[in-house]
């Protein structure tokens, strides 16, 4: 979905500051959809917060995995 999409261009995302200095990051992402998930503005930013939240937990689940 959008989501993915848009991870997958963060995820791979490399800005070269200088020659040998390049900056990548990684970004946690949280959708909503009305009406789908919610009927009011402040719902549907809470429930975006708790994916943002959710994703990090797994990224950083993840990123724990490939460390070890």
């Given at each position: ?13 490399v ?54």
């Open positions: 979905g959008l989501k993915s999409i848009i991870q997958d261009k963060l995820d791979n995302l800005i070269r500051l200088h020659p040998g200095v390049d900056l990548s990051f990684r970004a946690s992402i949280g959708i909503s959809l009305f009406p789908d998930d919610a009927l009011e503005v402040g719902n549907l930013i809470a429930i975006a917060e708790w994916h943002v939240l959710e994703d990090r937990e797994i990224r950083q689940a993840t990123l724990n995995l490939r460390i070890h």
